[in-house]
């Protein structure tokens, strides 16, 4: 069984550029969550959909959103990129309601210069 | 607030020995869930162990064991017989029953000698 993917693997932009990161879901799984891990931290929650549906979001600026699409892969999008966006963006799946049970992504890593 | 906490930036262990990684946590919610995953150097998240907070006895996989002391309010992970391809990130992370999310700890790094 294919585990969650996430594309690209890495990505340099400049500071104002925007950027797209994509996942998709272990097969079956309805819900997806994003993570942004910056250099040296832990992860911090981003966004969680569900069935196509925000469901909630973290503590962060409206200019990172997303979506999730009906074969339940998703995109996280950020605009206005600023250098301290630099992270490692995790994507992880799990079945509905069984949102204790995230399976990761390998991550994309973003560059802001 | 919900939180978790992770007081060992990085912990050093000989090959073979065994090694506690400390977590504690806070929560008010009575139903709740203790992670610990490991981020090898490509930044994978990989599960290790689960806990549930109604789960009276401690979780066991394999080399993995959490000691979970609820009155506390800490996780440890126990990882026994150390191997080198253990050096990691080792993350705690807890699951709270609203908002879907997982909060994690900082992390401890391991580093494992031959």
């Known amino acids: 069984e294919a585990g969650v993917t996430q594309s690209p693997t890495h990505l340099i932009k400049t500071r104002g550029q925007q950027v797209t990161l994509r996942c998709s879901p272990i097969?079956?799984?309805?819900?997806v969550y994003w993570y942004q891990q910056a250099l040296g931290l832990g992860l911090q929650f981003l966004l969680w959909?569900?069935?196509?549906?925000?469901?909630n979001r973290g503590n962060f600026p409206p200019r990172f959103s997303g979506r999730q699409f009906p074969n339940y892969s998703s995109e996280l999008n950020v605009n206005a990129l600023e250098l301290e966006d630099s992270a490692l963006y995790l994507c992880?799946?799990?079945?509905?309601?069984?949102?204790?049970?995230?399976?990761f992504g390998p991550g994309t890593r973003l560059t802001v210069t | 607030a919900q939180k978790i906490t992770q007081t060992q930036p990085g912990m050093f262990v000989q090959e073979k020995e065994a090694v506690t990684l400390d977590c504690t946590y806070d929560?008010?919610?009575?139903?709740?869930?203790l992670f610990w995953y490991k981020q090898p150097s490509s930044g994978e998240m990989i599960f290790l162990i689960y806990?549930?907070?109604?789960?009276?006895q401690n979780a066991t996989e394999g080399r993995y064991s959490l000691n979970f002391q609820k009155a506390r309010k800490s996780a440890n992970l126990v990882i026994s017989a150390s191997q080198l391809g253990d050096s990691a990130m080792y993350f705690c992370?807890?699951?709270?029953?609203?908002?879907?999310?997982?909060?994690f700890g900082q992390g401890t790094e391991l580093s494992v000698k031959p």
């Open positions: 992880a799946s799990s079945l509905t309601g069984v949102h204790y049970e995230q399976y």
């Open positions: 097969s079956g799984h309805t819900s």
């Open positions: 959909y569900d069935e196509g549906e925000e469901r």
């Open positions: 929560t008010s919610d009575q139903s709740y869930g």
């Open positions: 806990q549930g907070s109604y789960d009276e």
């Open positions: 992370a807890m699951w709270y029953n609203q908002g879907g999310k997982l909060i």
